[in-house]
């Protein structure tokens, strides 16, 4: 196989997946320490994706999971204290999708999502993704799929579910969600597309709700198309996210970062609509950005995305990773 059909395959695998392009939850204030990533196979062999590290200028780069043949890990999230990792691992064919973690060398590895009796599959039972610690540790928000997707609270096992309360359908289906610093408030993107009725049809944008379910609120305008896993920065005074204009895939997509009352839009980048942008995350000195892009990668012209890092202003972008694989969905962790 080509390596163009290669690169293809692999990006409806991740789409198959993790859903809409995705940027990384919450970050808490700390000191740089690992980037956590997910790697998409294309040799090597890396199976169909699985949940790296590495520090900030590539070096020390170590794979943490391995996933069982026809599953996939994604979406890692730093346990505020830096000793673990969250993740999802989902079934590759587009099934569901349960909550894991790690330590962060890939030891202890725990399902923390209940199990699926036998016979059954979701919706009958979990299918939960995007997880994300609170800033002390002791919680995490996710999204539980239901007859639609509901954001979700629990403990650090994921103990005690619920639903955080005062989203109606109207707000759409939310998908991506992360932390204020101070644990108080939530930032989740949503898109109207589960048949609720929401409007505008196919619309995205980010809401923001204290975290006992209160004043919830849209923080973007439609046309901005507003999505992606958002990311608050460690100082509470900017949200991270991406803008679809109107196309999927990564493609056409810069990052963005507005004020949580909704002032102060910032674009951060200005990719080429020819290559993509899949999501990234602040470092815990807020003082920069990881994401991922086909914009300097070792082969862009075959559009598979590595892992970047740029000031918070936007400037100064340079390579983390140079793989032939598929790297994208990078969470920065704090040193411990």
């Given at each position: ?10 990006a ?37 994706s699985e ?20 599953y ?99 707000r ?8 204020s ?46 999505g992606?896993?958002p990311?608050?920065?460690p ?14 895939g ?27 942008v899949?999501g ?24 598979v ?18 793989s ?7 969470d920065?962790?704090p040193?411990?």
């Amino acid at each position: 196989m080509s390596s163009r059909r290669t690169a293809l395959a692999i990006a409806m695998l991740v789409v198959a997946i993790t859903g809409p392009a995705a940027l990384a939850g919450a970050t808490a204030p700390a000191k740089n320490g690992r980037i956590a990533f997910t790697r998409f196979g294309l040799g090597n062999g890396v199976r169909a994706s699985e949940i790296f590290v590495a520090n900030a200028d590539g070096t020390g780069e170590q794979r943490i999971t391995q996933a069982p043949s026809g599953y996939g890990d994604d979406l890692p999230d730093w346990s505020p204290d830096g000793s673990r990792i969250v993740f999802q691992r989902c079934a590759a064919s587009g099934g569901g999708c349960l909550v894991w973690s790690a330590n962060r060398d890939g030891a202890a590895l725990k399902r923390l999502s209940p199990g699926c009796p036998t016979g059954q599959a979701p919706p009958a039972c979990a299918d939960d993704r995007s997880p994300v610690y609170s800033p002390d540790g002791r919680h995490i928000a996710f999204i539980r799929m239901r007859a639609r997707p509901v954001l979700m609270l629990a403990d650090a096992t994921l103990g005690r579910a619920r639903p955080v309360a005062g989203l109606a359908s109207s707000r759409g289906s939310p998908y991506g969600v992360a932390w204020s610093p101070n644990g108080r408030q939530l930032v989740f993107a949503s898109v109207n597309d589960d048949g609720s009725g929401a409007k505008p049809i196919g619309g995205r944008a980010l809401y923001v709700v204290a975290a006992n379910g209160s004043r919830v609120r849209r923080l973007t305008p439609w046309a901005l198309q507003a999505g992606g896993r958002p990311d608050w920065s460690p100082d509470g005074r900017r949200i991270l996210f991406h803008s679809y204009s109107n196309r999927l895939g990564g493609f056409g997509v810069n990052l963005f970062t507005v004020r949580p009352d909704g002032a102060g839009l910032r674009e951060l980048t200005h990719i080429q609509a020819s290559d993509r942008v899949l999501g990234g995350s602040y470092s815990p000195d807020g003082t920069s950005i990881v994401f991922s892009t086909t914009a300097l990668a070792t082969d862009p012209a075959v559009t598979v995305p590595d892992i970047v890092v740029m000031r918070a202003d936007g400037t100064d972008v340079r390579p983390v990773t140079r793989s032939a694989n598929w790297d994208t969905s990078p969470d920065w962790g704090p040193r411990r």
